[in-house]
């Protein structure tokens, strides 16, 4: 046995998927109070689509670059000229998680906003892929081994730049490497 929410939820599906209802008639929607993670959720009616909404201080960037100069198991330097989709970033007390690539060598870095020097965490990272002649090689740091110097994180663009020191990873043929990297990066909406 349905309930009458359950029967009128059903009603107002079946009515938008086949058209017969021009206006989809509003049922209750159960909403819970904003959370951090939960704050840009909508609740929408049944036949309703979602709408984007940058909200005051969303900051989104869609063009950046970033530079890498690497040192020890591997070496050279990296420009990264493109921003890989998708982008989360927003201004403090917000979010970011940003990729630079090339279409192949990447840097991320994800986590909360800030300004200043911060090294990274288990809620700030920093990741590099990066070629090693035919093959790419991942470097993650997590556990303070960047340092990442947020030199400007405002409405619609960000700046600064990390340096790294023994980040391990290994080839796909399992050579073990040390490497240290620095760098820059910026994003712009």
């Known amino acids: 046995m349905k309930t009458p929410i359950a029967a009128a939820l059903t009603l107002g599906l079946l009515s938008a998927a086949c058209g017969n209802d021009p206006e989809p008639?509003?049922?209750?929607?159960v909403s819970t109070?904003?959370?951090s993670a939960a704050a840009s959720l909508q609740s929408l009616a049944p036949g309703t689509l979602p709408t984007s909404s940058p909200g005051a201080a969303s900051g989104t960037v869609r063009v950046g670059i970033a530079s890498i100069r690497l040192e020890g198991g591997l070496a050279g330097d990296i420009s990264l000229l493109l921003l890989a989709t998708p982008v989360v970033y927003s201004p403090p007390p917000g979010a970011t998680a940003v990729v630079w690539t090339d279409g192949l060598q990447t840097l991320g870095i994800a986590g909360d906003s800030f300004v200043g020097p911060l090294d990274t965490s288990a809620t700030?990272?920093?990741s590099l892929q990066?070629?090693?002649g035919a093959e790419v090689v991942a470097l993650e740091s997590t556990a303070g081994e960047c340092s990442i110097n947020m030199d400007?994180?405002?409405v619609g663009s960000f700046a600064g730049s990390f340096t790294c020191r023994g980040l391990s990873g290994a080839t796909a043929a399992g050579v073990a490497l040390s490497v240290n990297a620095t760098?820059?990066?910026s994003a712009s909406g």
Request: aromatic share 4%.
């Open 25 to 29: 008639t509003p049922t209750a929607a």
């Open 152 to 154: 400007t994180a405002i």
């Open 124 to 126: 700030l990272s920093l």
């Open 33 to 35: 109070p904003p959370t």
């Open 130 to 132: 990066v070629r090693d």
């Open 183 to 185: 760098g820059t990066f």
